[in-house]
């Protein structure tokens, strides 16, 4: 039987009424519970979007909220996570995001975009900027073709552009420098699951590559060196490191960049292996690529001096010089080197000594430390002297400074060498087998240390790149000190106290923040060098000027210019001649001083008037 007409409406309207209120309570419970996220995250309310009915059929879509943090120098948002995500700073810990991806106008970010493209990416290739920007107009256009692999790579592209201070700064605060990208990398973690396992495309490798980028400038890079076996990976799954499989299956131009791709994951594999003392995954034997060209059609990777005269690709440079980490690694610190000879580890140290001189010498003048400060512009000396600090610390790994038998480790105090000991992570703990630096070594090694520190303190502390080129850093103190120890009367010695305290000037501003350099131990260390050092500098001083004193009595003249009576003596008497010594080359460590130290070395001598148990953190703040 059917309900008559009059019935049946006012049923429906019955039901569209219950409907209506019912929506409306569902509502306001949202509104309630999107407030109170966005005000646990301090998210503006005006971040809030409600969704109509016509653009979403899926209730759970129905509230979008866009990004948690600021664009830099921006009341605006960016692109983020959704409201109620945590911020993480690991890659194993997810990061829960939106229900799907947002990112701010165009207008607010294509300025940063446009620096990435035109500073870091053309030195570094990560992405292709007409396939990005084709993305990136996409994204805007057609919102049905937004994809969280999209997503992630432009906050990767954002965290790049955004990694260097627009003005330099002189006067750099580290604990905040990270806060300017660290928001991006956020976002991009956040769909990590996603990223390891798209081989469709390129971006979730561009995204993986850039993240192990932009953690190497961070104070905790360890995880980079998680994040690169994963990206290793997975350029093995797109076959990468074959030329035969790129030539056969893609166009000249895309083959051209997946080559490209997959240098910059060797390098990146490849220095992060002797920086963490770890094996790399990809295997130089299973290589069939030719290298990047020194001289590139599409000039990708050249960099020029500031008037455009001296041209060198750095992309290839730094591809060369990944290699010869990568066989320091292997020759030197893996577990299969621990067991070669003396002699036989020796010729090895010959050989990547002569790899590494070779790859110097390729570098024009004018890109050298020395001049990278008057002949480049600003991006190219960031990029030249983080090169250079790579190819100081595997000088440095080469040549064993950090031996148990390198001569420093046998000047400083058993608390120091206990401090050194507590600092030494097993990663690290190969150092100590390998043999100290020759004497020709050692120098070169000052030589360079120097250099590289002469050229740092020219910059600003905003484009030091602190923590890509900290163990560098830290090497060179340890170096410059230990030389002024030994040598303390040489023709440098004015400059290397400058940079000395230059150094340790830097080194204690990001002492408490560092996670892979144990510095907080190596303060004590270096602090006790510091003070032998003066001390030897003090002592060698007052050497002189005895000496010098006792010249100018033997010649007539006391200090103050005035005659005094000499004894006569005949043709035939034995004078007591003036004694000479080469400064340089007294070891000052053995050296008895008795008249002065009452038959003690400087070394027994420093210990009696600096006790072991005092604070030496006066010593180098």
């Known amino acids: 039987m059917l309900m008559p007409r009059s019935e049946h409406s006012a049923k429906i309207q019955g039901l569209e009424s219950r409907l209506a209120r019912i929506e409306e309570q569902l509502q306001q419970v949202l509104s309630v519970a999107s407030a109170a996220l966005a005000s646990a995250n301090r998210i503006p309310e005006s971040r809030v979007i409600t969704m109509s009915s016509g653009e979403e059929s899926d209730f759970d879509n129905a509230v979008r909220v866009r990004n948690t943090l600021p664009m830099p120098g921006s009341s605006t948002d960016t692109s983020g996570p959704s409201a109620g995500s945590t911020a993480t700073s690991s890659p194993s810990e997810s990061v829960i995001r939106a229900s799907s991806p947002n990112l701010p106008p165009l207008e607010e970010i294509l300025p940063i975009i446009n620096t990435y493209f035109s500073q870091i990416n053309h030195a570094i290739p990560l992405f292709s900027q007409a396939e990005f920007m084709r993305m990136l107009h996409d ?37 905040e420098a990270e806060t300017a990208f660290k928001g991006y990398m956020n976002n991009a973690q956040s769909v990590l699951a996603e990223l390891v396992t798209r081989e469709q495309d390129l971006l979730g490798l561009q995204t993986l590559l850039g993240l192990v980028i932009l ?61 963490h003392h770890t094996p790399s995954i990809q ?118 400074i950090w031996s148990q038998q390198a001569a420093w480790m046998k000047i400083i105090s058993d608390r120091s060498l206990m401090a050194l000991q507590m600092g030494r992570t097993d990663e690290r703990k190969s150092c100590i087998n ?135 003596h005949g043709d035939d008497e034995n004078v007591e001649q003036p004694l000479f010594w080469d400064t340089e080359a007294v070891n000052f460590g053995a050296l008895d001083m008795s008249n002065g130290l009452g038959g003690q070395t400087i070394v027994d001598w420093l210990d009696g008037q600096y006790p072991q148990g005092m604070d030496l953190g006066e010593a180098i703040s």
């Open 139 to 175: 994204w805007y256009t057609h919102p049905a073709r937004r994809s969280w692999a999209a997503w992630a790579a432009v906050n990767i592209v954002l965290a790049l552009g955004s990694w260097i201070p627009t003005t330099p700064i002189q006067d750099m605060n580290f604990a």
């Open 215 to 275: 953690y190497q400038t961070m104070a905790n890079s360890k995880q980079g060196a998680v994040l690169i076996g994963a990206a290793v990976r997975l350029v093995h799954r797109l076959q990468m490191q074959s030329k035969n499989n790129i030539e056969v299956s893609y166009p000249q131009e895309q083959g051209l960049h997946r080559c490209r791709l997959f240098w910059i994951a060797y390098m990146l594999d490849k220095e992060i292996s002797l920086k």
């Open 283 to 400: 295997l130089d034997a299973d290589i069939d690529q030719d290298l990047p060209s020194s001289d590139p059609a599409d000039g990708v990777g050249d960099i020029y001096t500031g008037d455009g005269l001296v041209r060198v690709n750095y992309f290839r440079l730094r591809v060369r010089l990944a290699h010869i980490q990568g066989r320091t690694y292997d020759m030197l610190y893996s577990t299969r080197s621990s067991k070669i000879s003396m002699a036989g580890r020796q010729a090895r140290v010959i050989r990547l000594t002569y790899l590494l001189e070779n790859w110097r010498s390729s570098i024009p003048a004018e890109m050298l430390p020395d001049a990278i400060n008057s002949r480049l512009g600003r991006m190219e000396r960031i990029l030249m002297s983080a090169l250079y600090g790579s190819f100081v610390g595997c000088m440095v790994m080469v040549h064993g």
């Open 434 to 568: 390998q043999q100290p630096p020759l004497p020709s070594a050692w120098k070169r090694c000052v030589q360079l240390s120097r250099e590289f520190s002469r050229a740092l303190m020219q910059l600003p502390e905003s484009d030091v790149n602190i923590w890509a080129n900290l163990a560098a850093l830290l090497s060179c103190l340890v170096i410059i000190l230990t030389n002024m120890f030994q040598s303390p009367g040489h023709e440098d010695l004015e400059e290397d106290r400058q940079i000395t305290q230059w150094l340790v000037r830097m080194l204690n501003k990001v002492k408490d923040l560092s996670v892979t350099v144990p510095l907080t131990q190596m303060h004590v260390v270096v602090a006790d060098l510091e003070r032998r050092a003066e001390a030897a500098v003090a002592m060698a001083q007052m050497k002189r000027q005895a000496l010098q004193e006792r010249l100018l009595m033997m010649s007539g003249q006391t200090s103050w210019g005035q005659e005094i009576a000499q004894p006569e």
